[in-house]
């Protein structure tokens, strides 16, 4: 990982800031391009949020599916923990 993507990630998750972006539509669909585009993609699941619980889960179920087809999915203290 590089040193600018490290930073930013810890700048991002390690905010005490309660913004989180629409997973169903936002996350899932830079995920997607991301995927398309070659990059491996891991996705804070507590990072992100919906209007509705249900399209939240089934958002991240769409990204997990298959064995992480489009990515990956954990939770942002365990991505903090693995890159500090």
């Known amino acids: 990982m590089g040193l600018l ?4 990630l810890l700048d991002v998750l390690g905010s ?3 913004n ?4 169903a539509i936002i996350s899932y669909m830079h995920i997607r391009e991301a995927n398309d585009r070659g990059y491996d993609c891991l996705v804070p699941e507590d990072c992100v949020g919906s209007y509705f619980p249900q399209f939240q889960e089934i958002g991240l179920q769409m990204i ?3 064995g992480g087809i489009f990515g990956w999915v954990s ?3 365990h991505i903090l923990a ?3």
């Open 82 to 84: 693995a890159i500090r």
């Open 16 to 18: 005490s800031s309660s």
């Open 20 to 23: 989180t972006a629409a997973t």
């Open 5 to 8: 993507a490290r930073k930013f």
């Open 64 to 66: 997990k599916a298959q």
């Open 75 to 77: 939770q942002s203290a």
